[in-house]
């Protein structure tokens, strides 16, 4: 059996036309955080099973239902999400504390609205993953996600979607495999 992991981050208040599509292929939808209201968070819902964590934009009714951190397991990998996770190269010391302390094999983080994925080789191999910025705000030029497969303890495959630039409905989208 395997999970399909439909992961945005940093929406601030609209989701892209295409989403739809990338969630109905998907058995849930990880959010790592920036929400922009908690509309997001009910649309979302209606597609698909969401995790999430707020994030520094969210307000109270986000910080309501979402914690800071999120720590859980599926598909037997061990799964660390935050919203200000910093860069793979400076990560700041709370972040390292979390990753010390709880040994997640995939660490996923938002804030930064740049897509990433880097092996943080000083924390057990953890694979690091920021899906970028799916909403129209901010300073990013594409919008992205990320779709990711776990099986049997492995992150199986992880695929990049660029949506179109930021602040236009397209349906432009370029899909590219990253594992």
């Known amino acids: ?56 934009i969210d307000g109270l009714q986000v910080k309501s239902i979402f914690p800071e951190n999120l720590l859980f397991e599926i598909e037997g990998i061990k799964i660390l999400l935050t919203h200000i ?13 979390l990753l010390v302390e709880h040994k997640p094999k995939i660490f996923i983080c938002g804030h930064s609205h740049i897509a990433r994925v880097e092996t943080l080789h000083q924390f057990n191999n953890c694979v690091y993953i920021n899906p970028g910025a799916a909403g129209n705000e901010g300073f990013h030029q594409q919008k992205t996600l990320m779709l990711l497969t776990l099986k049997e303890g492995k992150l199986e495959s992880l ?13 432009l989208q370029d899909e590219r495999l990253l594992i």
């Open 85 to 97: 996770g910093g860069n793979p190269n400076k990560l700041p010391s709370r972040v390292k504390s």
């Open 159 to 171: 695929q990049l979607v660029e949506l179109g630039q930021r602040g236009i409905n397209s349906n």
């Open 1 to 56: 059996m395997s999970k399909k992991i439909l992961l945005i981050s940093d929406t601030h208040g609209s989701l892209p036309a295409q989403l739809g599509k990338y969630a109905a292929d998907c058995d849930e939808i990880w959010h790592a955080g920036d929400f922009g209201n908690y509309e997001i968070i009910s649309t979302l819902q209606l597609m698909q099973p969401i995790r999430g964590v707020f994030g520094n």
